[in-house]
């Protein structure tokens, strides 16, 4: 069973910045990705970024492009999510989540992508 984790949210204000976690156990032979995931006050669940572990492929929905940036340790099986600039939209409950992809995979932003899900982390930004 993989387990998947996020960390590291908290309460900030506008323009602070934060260091989400997304820690996992082993994952499946091959490659994998890793995606972050807000869920905000309307309750829809919204792809934010995501990376590819074999050829680092990474992307980012356009409202955080240029503000987060997402990164992994592979020596400590941990995805970091680097949150800067934050605005008051940027709130919300971030979760991530990992899967199984193909070697010659760009990762998606849409959750069915994703098979293996943790709890989420709140992050929450006021104004």
């Known amino acids: 069973q993989v387990h998947v984790e996020a960390s590291g949210g908290d309460r900030v204000q506008a323009g602070g910045s934060l260091r989400l976690s997304c820690s996992h156990s082993?994952?499946?032979?091959?490659?994998?990705?890793v995606g972050w995931f807000r869920r905000g006050p309307e309750n829809e669940r919204e792809g934010i970024s995501c990376?590819?572990?074999?050829?680092?492929?990474?992307s980012y929905v356009d409202s955080v492009k240029g503000r987060f940036t997402i990164s992994r340790d592979n020596a400590k099986n941990t995805v970091y999510l680097q949150m800067s600039s934050l605005k008051p939209e940027d709130t919300g409950l971030y979760y991530c989540?990992?899967?199984?992809?193909?070697?010659?995979?760009?990762?998606?932003?849409?959750?069915?992508?994703?098979?293996?899900w943790g709890r989420g982390t709140q992050v929450t930004v006021s104004s």
């Open positions: 990376i590819v572990f074999s050829g680092g492929h990474t």
């Open positions: 989540a990992a899967s199984r992809v193909n070697y010659d995979a760009d990762c998606i932003l849409n959750q069915d992508g994703y098979r293996y």
């Open positions: 082993k994952l499946p032979p091959g490659n994998s990705a």
